[in-house]
């Protein structure tokens, strides 16, 4: 008999609540369940905390549930108020009908839209932009309590800073999706991330009083660091899936820089590798991780951007790290740049002049193998000759710059 996909997500530490527990396993063990995950389309690319729901999937579909996409085009010009200190903005529809067909194309990497139990995208907007108002309240307005609302984590939280009407009708929004979808697609289970479980646990409600029949939710620990912070975040922001916006190297050294203690998390969470495999490559807690550091950075990149730029990535680490020059990550600049944090801002190292000055001045730049001490240091004269030198920020970042 097959593996109960509960079995893989719970020892893999995917599952942090669910409902009527005993019962969905029942169900997940004994049939094919179309379920859904709800992705907001506020941008033309999926980044790395969209990662584990597209894994999820697909365990989910691999032990032969159908997912169901849905972008969420009508919410999303309302927007959530789940861990925001601000109301989001509002896009046109053809914004969200451009950002669908971005996240098509990468989601088709992890899981399929064909064959029996492929997958289906659906937009919220279908249905939810042409509701009448007073319909909405009586059909679904009704079945919810303004106190129990009032309790939700993603509604307390903004309490001190203010909730607007508009953001409070978020939640029979997302539960009226769930209620579409049961209706459309037969879809019995909501899965997210545990900031959404409020808004999943409506949606299950909901089906089971309109229409009398179970339906289930099911939230994932987020993917955070040992410490609590969200992963998925640099100083230049998002690490995103779409390579024109996180380079398939940058991708590689994010994974590469994983802490020590987030290292077999992010294995379970975000690969395929066998747990045993894990075990033995995060065995020993000493130097032998880096080599599980740059195993967990190839097989991501390998996943998102394929083995090609993969390997190509994996070599320009080795060379920046290694000293190899023809293979390390480049940056043209012009040939008359006259400092070296003019040539850090002009390459990206640092975001502005004088956050280079300030790296300066904390002692982590260097320009070949010479440490720059002054704010105003210019770039040497050894180097304008040559046309070009390396440039390395701390330990971690290597660049070969060229002057042109």
């Not at 916006?245 to 940058?250: H, I, L, N, Q, V």
């Amino acid at each position: 008999m097959a593996k109960n996909v509960m079995d893989t997500l719970r020892e893999r530490g995917f599952i942090k609540q669910t409902v009527y527990e005993d019962e969905l396993y029942e169900m997940l063990g004994k049939e094919s369940v179309p379920f859904y995950i709800g992705f907001d389309p506020t941008a033309d690319s999926l980044h790395v905390g969209h990662f584990m729901q597209l894994i999820a999937m697909k365990h989910m579909q691999d032990a032969g549930h159908k997912p169901i996409v849905l972008i969420g085009g009508g919410t999303g010009m309302i927007g959530d108020p789940s861990g925001r200190t601000d109301m989001r903005q509002m896009m046109t529809r053809e914004t969200v009908d451009y950002h669908c067909e971005c996240f098509r194309k990468q989601m088709a990497r992890f899981i399929r839209f064909d064959g029996d139990n492929g997958a289906v995208m659906v937009n919220n907007a279908d249905w939810l932009l042409n509701l009448n108002y007073i319909d909405f309240l009586r059909e679904i307005g009704v079945h919810f309590s303004v106190n129990k609302m009032l309790s939700a984590e993603c509604f307390k939280s903004r309490y001190e800073r203010g909730l607007s009407f508009l953001e409070f009708n978020y939640m029979l929004m997302q539960a009226y999706d769930f209620l579409v979808l049961y209706r459309k697609y037969g879809c019995r289970l909501e899965l997210g991330g545990d900031d959404q479980w409020s808004n999943i646990l409506a949606g299950a409600d909901l089906i089971r009083r309109k229409e009398q029949r179970p339906a289930f939710a099911m939230t994932f620990t987020l993917l955070t660091t040992s410490d609590g912070r969200k992963m998925g975040k640099t100083a230049k922001g998002a690490v995103w899936l779409d390579e024109n916006k996180t380079s398939p190297y940058e991708f590689y050294q994010y994974w590469r820089n994983t802490d020590d203690a987030d290292v077999e998390k992010c294995f379970k969470l975000l690969t395929f590798l066998p747990l045993e495999e894990i075990a033995e490559l995060c065995a020993h807690q000493d130097e032998r991780m880096n080599a599980a550091k740059a195993r967990l950075a190839y097989e991501l990149t390998k996943m998102v951007h394929g083995e090609e730029k993969a390997n190509a990535a994996q070599a320009q680490a080795k060379a920046a790290f290694g000293g190899d020059a023809e293979n390390m990550p480049s940056a043209t600049i012009p040939a008359d740049t006259a400092t070296v944090a003019d040539a850090m801002a002009a390459c990206g190292v640092a975001k502005s002049k004088s956050e280079a000055r300030r790296l300066i001045e904390g002692g982590a730049v260097r320009v070949d193998e010479d440490k720059v001490d002054d704010v105003n240091a210019p770039i040497p004269g050894s180097a304008k000759e040559k046309g070009e030198f390396v440039l390395h920020k701390g330990k971690k970042v290597h660049i070969r710059v060229l002057l042109a």
